[in-house]
């Protein structure tokens, strides 16, 4: 991963390194890595972002009525 530093600003580079960072999930994975999980556990974890993933999906499908706009001229 690289950023650069542009005129000197090396705080907003750094800001851009965390975001890719996050976005990239290597900070999660690290955290995962850090310490055993049990498998319950680890079943548990993956069902409960499987289902976040199913539900934001069928959010994200579903029609949803147009907002109501009156017309007063």
Known sequence: MKVEVRHGNVEQALRI??????????IRRV????????PTAKRQRIKKQNIKNVRKLQA???LRPKPHRRNYS
Do not use: A, D, M, P
């Open 31 to 38: 955290r995962e890595l850090e310490s055993y999980e049990k």
């Open 60 to 62: 994200k499908n579903t």
């Open 17 to 26: 390194l965390k975001r890719k960072v996050q976005k990239e999930g290597i």
